[in-house]
């Protein structure tokens, strides 16, 4: 099993910047992929970036050129740099790690963005 710890969460005012971190701890395989996705109210959860331990990086087009996603192989830890932040942010953020069909996820972390 894998078990994943998210922190960084928090009320923003709009433009302001968050990090978020998620480290995960267990049985880990070298070759993985994390990540964050968030969710709204009666929606979907839906994916803001993923890194895999290669550093190769995917971006949903709304996030790109404002989010960054990295990761410490050593800490296994992910960290997800969100700058000038909108409203429409708002969100629970949720980290993700997987190996082939294996998926984990965090609890969740509450961003709000305040206009």
């Known amino acids: 099993q894998v078990q994943l710890a998210e922190s960084g969460g928090g009320l923003v005012q709009s433009g302001g910047s968050l990090r978020l971190s998620c480290a995960a701890s267990?049985?880990?395989?070298?070759?993985?992929?994390m990540g964050w996705y968030r969710q709204t109210p009666g929606k979907q959860r839906e994916l803001v970036a993923v890194i895999t331990s290669g550093g190769s990086t995917n971006y949903a087009d709304s996030v790109k050129g404002r989010f960054t996603i990295s990761r410490d192989n050593v800490k296994n830890t992910v960290y997800l740099q969100m700058n000038s932040l909108k409203p429409e942010d708002t969100a629970v953020y949720y980290c993700?790690?997987?190996?082939?069909?294996?998926?984990?996820w965090g609890q969740g972390t509450q961003v709000t963005v305040s206009s």
């Open positions: 993700n790690y997987g190996v082939g069909s294996f998926r984990s």
């Open positions: 267990g049985s880990i395989f070298s070759v993985n992929t």
